[in-house]
Nanobody, 124 residues
């Protein structure tokens, strides 16, 4: 069955950096647009970043633009999220998502598979 397994979350001080990884299995990775979403306590899940099947196109939420970078390694079935200049507002569970689409996976509705999430906590 399809599995998306995130790793790399943890506790970091404001201004610091983290890199999240998501390894996919049970699907043909190159046919899926990949994305990261996040959900803070008491809030709805929100889009963070997405990358196209081949990695040539990316798109970011305004709140993370110029601080986060999404990338993928199709040889390793892995998608990454490099996060820098973190602030307490970035504290959330971060979810890896896969959408079987030739375009970008920018909304929850476009997601076919979800990971279980990894917690990122940014202290002030």
């Amino acid at each position: 069955q399809v599995q998306l397994v995130e790793s790399g979350g943890g506790l970091v001080q404001a201004g610091g950096s983290l890199r999240l990884s998501c390894v996919a299995s049970g699907l043909t990775f190159t046919t899926y647009s990949m994305a990261w979403f996040r959900q803070a306590p008491g809030k709805e899940r929100e889009f963070v970043a997405t990358i196209s099947r081949g990695g040539g196109s990316t798109y970011y939420a305004d709140s993370v633009k110029d601080r986060f970078t999404i990338s993928r390694d199709n040889a390793k079935n892995t998608v990454y999220l490099q996060m820098s200049a973190l602030s307490p507002e970035d504290t959330a569970v971060y979810y890896c998502a896969a959408g079987n689409t030739a375009s970008l996976t920018t909304t929850v509705r476009r997601v076919d598979y979800w990971g279980k999430g990894t917690l990122v906590t940014v202290s002030s």
